[in-house]
Antibody
Framework: QAQLVQSGAEVKKPGSSVRVSCKTS????????ITWVRQAPGQGLEWMGR????????DYAQKFQGRVTLSADEVTRTVYMELSSLRSEDTAVYFC??????????????WGQGTKVTVSS | DIVMTQSPDSLAVSLGERATINCKSS????????????LAWYQQKPGQPPKLLIY???TREFGVSDRFRGSGSGTDFTLTISSLQAEDVAVYYC?????????FGQGTKLEIK
């Protein structure tokens, strides 16, 4: 059974960077995409970007272009999300979620537990 | 980006009654080649990650109760929950999976009346 386990909560200073990991188990690592979604306190879901391990170039939402980097390590079956130049508005729970590969397969059927990132001086 | 708009923002329904949530996309999410609408619905309970309920607008995810039904095509979609149960209290989101970024609706909070 597929499972995504994320790294623990982080507290960061404004202007710094954070890296959140998402370790996958079950299923083929290269047959799925991993999407990152964030949720600010009391707010809705926000799609940040998606990576397919076998593809060289992740897909990022324009809003995060230049600040977010997604990467994947096939050996450890782990996907990473790094967000730089942090500001208070980046305080949120960050989720990784598994999706398909191909047209129309962007829905996510397995989710990580979420990682709370707090940006505060 | 495709803008997803849900209505209402919140909804209170009596136990055993039907709940209806609407979702409208700013452009069609229908793939005319395979006639599939790339629209998903999720349920999120407090402190939990979202749970996939419906994909391709009307295909129920494995294990999801048949009280949940998705319908619609093009730009207008509906999630219907028949015979509301206490465990259905949650926030529901639609998401388009047609063009990245795969944007979400703002969410609809469902409560018991």
């Amino acid at each position: 059974q597929a499972q995504l386990v994320q790294s623990g909560a982080e507290v960061k200073k404004p202007g710094s960077s954070v890296r959140v990991s998402c370790k996958t188990s079950g299923g083929s690592f290269t047959s799925f995409s991993i999407t990152w979604v964030r949720q600010a306190p009391g707010q809705g879901l926000e799609w940040m970007g998606r990576i397919i391990p076998t593809f060289p170039t992740p897909d990022y939402a324009q809003k995060f272009q230049g600040r977010v980097t997604l990467s994947a390590d096939e050996v450890t079956r782990t996907v990473y999300m790094e967000l730089s130049s942090l500001r208070s508005e980046d305080t949120a729970v960050y989720f990784c979620a598994r999706g398909g590969v191909g047209l129309g397969l962007g829905y996510m059927d397995v989710w990580g537990q979420g990682t709370k990132v707090t940006v505060s001086s | 980006d495709i803008v997803m708009t849900q209505s209402p923002d919140s909804l209170a329904v009596s136990l055993g009654e039907r709940a209806t949530i609407n979702c409208k996309s700013s452009q069609s999410v229908l793939n005319s080649f395979n006639s599939r609408n790339y629209l998903a619905w999720y349920q999120q309970k407090p402190g939990q990650p979202p749970k996939l309920l419906i994909y391709w607008a009307s295909t129920r995810e494995f294990g999801v109760s048949d009280r949940f039904r998705g319908s619609g095509s093009g730009t207008d979609f509906t999630l219907t929950i028949s015979s509301l149960q206490a465990e259905d209290v949650a926030v529901y989101y639609c998401q388009q999976c047609h063009i990245t970024p795969h944007t979400f609706g703002q969410g609809t909070k469902l409560e018991i009346k």
